[in-house]
């Protein structure tokens, strides 16, 4: 079974504070990709990751696919209330759009 | 706007019972994928259907069907439910972008088994 391990699962900080999420799994992926889901929504894809270093930035998210395409990590500097959601990262195997995700995070920014 | 609708929103139903959950993809794609989630499992990949045809197979159980039309809308059938089936169940749509699939996911049926 392809796993991917999110942590932490639950975070609770203040407007302005700094977070990591990571992303962790034992298998290859051809992609990485995370989404943002808020409640009564589905996922909404944020970015993609292919290239193992790859680093790609969507304003204050700072996304990197690890070297061995293994693991995952999503940055958010000073967090802004905006940013609470459930955050989701996805592994993919080659051209097949199957996905396994991971538990997710749920993010929660107190202004 | 995913461009994925999926009907309906809401569903309560009793044990035992038979349900079909329906999703029409994005104009012009092809694929059609389910998913359920669930507070304990996330979100796991049922199945996958590409043209009409199935193309993969997941966590689904036997009680569970799917099939994809000719107009490329799809069905989910749950059937003889059990209170563990209350869950979120997305569909997605997808387009092959060279190196990897970017799906797009519809708002979801919440199913809630009484």
């Known amino acids: 079974t392809q796993l991917l391990e999110q942590s932490p699962q639950f975070l609770s900080i203040q407007e302005g504070e700094n977070l990591t999420v990571y992303c962790n799994s034992s298998s290859v992926f051809s992609s990485l990709q995370w989404y943002r889901q808020e409640p009564g929504e589905g996922p909404v894809l944020l970015v993609t990751v292919v290239t193992g270093g790859e680093v790609k930035k969507l304003k204050r998210l700072t996304f990197q696919f690890g070297d061995a395409r293994k693991d995952s990590s999503l940055h958010i500097t000073a967090a802004q209330p905006g940013d609470t959601g459930l955050y989701l990262c996805?592994?993919?195997?080659?051209?097949?759009?199957?996905?396994?995700f991971g538990q997710g995070t749920t993010l929660q920014v107190k202004p | 706007d995913s461009g994925v609708t999926q009907t309906p929103k809401h569903l309560i139903t009793a044990t035992g019972q038979r349900v079909t959950l329906r999703c029409s993809p994005r104009s012009g794609d092809l694929s059609v994928y389910w998913y359920q989630q669930s507070l304990d499992q996330g979100l796991q990949f049922l199945i996958h259907y590409y043209n009409g045809e199935e193309r993969a197979k997941g966590n689904i159980l036997e009680r569970f069907s799917a099939q994809q039309f000719p107009d490329l809308h799809s069905e989910l059938n749950l059937s003889s439910l059990e209170l563990g089936d209350s869950a979120l169940y997305f569909c997605?749509?997808?387009?092959?972008?060279?190196?990897?699939?970017?799906?797009?996911f519809g708002q979801g049926t919440r199913l809630t088994v009484v």
């Open positions: 996805a592994g993919g195997k080659g051209n097949t759009g199957k996905l396994i």
């Open positions: 997605a749509s997808s387009v092959y972008r060279g190196r990897f699939t970017e799906a797009f």
